[in-house]
T-cell receptor
């Protein structure tokens, strides 16, 4: 099935460091979403972006909707141990019923 | 928590059997989407239900079918189970199409096919 290109695949960082991950697509999207998933749980919505160029923050998280509408990035500042998990980007085209997901970025934070 | 609930939490079946998974949507949401998440992968769209009818389908065979009830809850049915059907099955609720809106996920049902 269709998937977005999400990178990096995994990250190992020290507590307090900043993190950046991104997502690219060959198709344009009208909505970009970032989710976090803990083991055995469903994805939890972190940030939703609805407009090209939009920059949105949620606490220590900041995400941007790329100008070309084909990419998005997520930054986490001053990481803490509870940031550990898998981060997924997802794109949605207006009027489409489905979300298209990346393969995820697995984040490990060393105390 | 999102308010989206799923049952059962875990399920073990054997090849050839049939399974039914259930989902209750978040209050105020009348659209339910189902996704399959294989180990190490992102979720893959199966189908969406709105007004008790299928409203879009991903690349899944007809043995994957669903229902939506008047209270907006939904079922996913899989017939003739195959080993590759082992996955986490997620449902997500949202407001009706075609509004560009966010989908909120439940905790998932872990299906193991032996």
């Amino acid at each position: 099935g269709q998937q977005l290109n999400q990178s990096p695949q995994s990250m190992f960082i020290q507590e307090g460091e900043d993190v950046s991950m991104n997502c690219t697509s060959s198709s344009i999207f009208n909505t970009w979403l970032w989710y976090k998933q803990d083991p055995g749980e469903g994805p939890v919505l972190l940030i939703a972006l609805y407009k090209a160029g939009e920059l949105t923050s949620n606490g220590r998280l900041t995400a941007q909707f790329g100008i070309t509408r084909k990419d998005s990035f997520l930054n986490i500042s001053a990481s803490i141990p509870s940031d550990v998990g898998i981060y997924f980007c997802a794109g949605q085209l207006y009027g489409s019923e489905k979300l298209v997901f990346g393969k995820g970025t697995k984040l490990t934070v060393n105390p | 928590e999102t308010g989206v609930t799923q049952s059962p939490t875990h399920l073990i079946k054997t090849r050839g059997q049939q399974v039914t998974l259930r989902c209750s949507s978040q209050s105020g949401h009348n659209t339910v989407s189902w996704y399959q998440q294989a180990l190490g992968q992102g979720p893959q769209f199966i189908f969406q239900y709105y007004r008790e009818e299928e409203n879009g389908r991903g690349n899944f065979p007809p043995r994957f079918s669903g229902l939506q009830f008047p209270n907006y809850s939904s079922e996913l049915n899989v017939n003739a189970l195959e080993l590759d059907d082992s996955a986490l099955y997620l449902c997500a609720s949202s407001r009706p199409p075609p509004a560009t809106d966010t989908q909120y996920f439940g905790p998932g049902t872990r299906l193991t096919v032996l």
